[in-house]
């Protein structure tokens, strides 16, 4: 997934490139709108690997105790209505190393799901930005439009962590209990 989505960064790298060419030369609509479209796009991609990549190292070690990272009983009930269960192995994983048993002991994936659920809220909140863009472009509504589509999506994202630890938390905690008996 890493490598997929450093090439969609890269692609969308070039593109804006193109069409800021293009956008200064011409600065008709079709240029106005594939530069718009393009900046669009290539933000919601640079900005997560920025999040993902240089902010998200830096969160090390995150109490998973907080009250921050405990599902409440209103959740529980909402990801069943969601069933989350049915669909949440159709998302990707950016690196999957992060959470696998075979690398890491029940507490640092606990761990390792609390950074990605706040890189994912931060990511939530910066899709807003593309907001600003209006200011330039105007057509204010297809950038509401594409940063609540970009909310939704990470929503998803920040849903399945919440949903995945709370079940890692309470076998971790079963475990714990069995070895000290």
């Not at 921050?68 to 529980?76: A, C, D, H, S």
């Not at 998302?91 to 959470?99: A, I, V």
């Not at 204010?140 to 890692?168: D, G, H, K, P």
Request: some cysteine; glycine content about 2%.
């Amino acid at each position: 997934m890493k490598n997929l989505f450093n090439t969609l960064v890269a692609i969308s790298t070039i593109l804006i490139l193109l069409s800021l060419i293009l956008f200064n030369s011409s600065r008709n609509k079709l240029s106005t709108a594939l530069f718009a479209t393009f900046l669009t796009v290539w933000y919601h991609f640079f900005m997560r690997l920025i999040i993902g990549n240089v902010i998200g190292p830096t969160l090390f070690h995150v109490d998973s105790s907080n009250k921050w990272f405990r599902q409440t009983e209103l959740e529980n009930k909402l990801y069943k209505v969601l069933q989350v269960k049915d669909w949440k192995k159709f998302l990707p994983t950016y690196d999957s190393s992060l959470f696998d048993l075979k690398i890491h002991d029940l507490d640092s994936i606990i761990n390792n799901m609390c950074q990605a659920e706040l890189i994912h809220e931060l990511v939530f909140i910066l899709s807003l930005v593309p907001i600003a863009f209006s200011l330039y472009f105007g057509d204010l509504y297809i950038f509401v439009i594409t940063s609540i589509i970009a909310m939704m999506l990470e929503l998803c994202f920040i849903i399945v962590q919440r949903y995945n630890r709370e079940r890692l938390v309470k076998l971790n905690v079963k475990l714990k209990r069995r070895h000290i008996r």
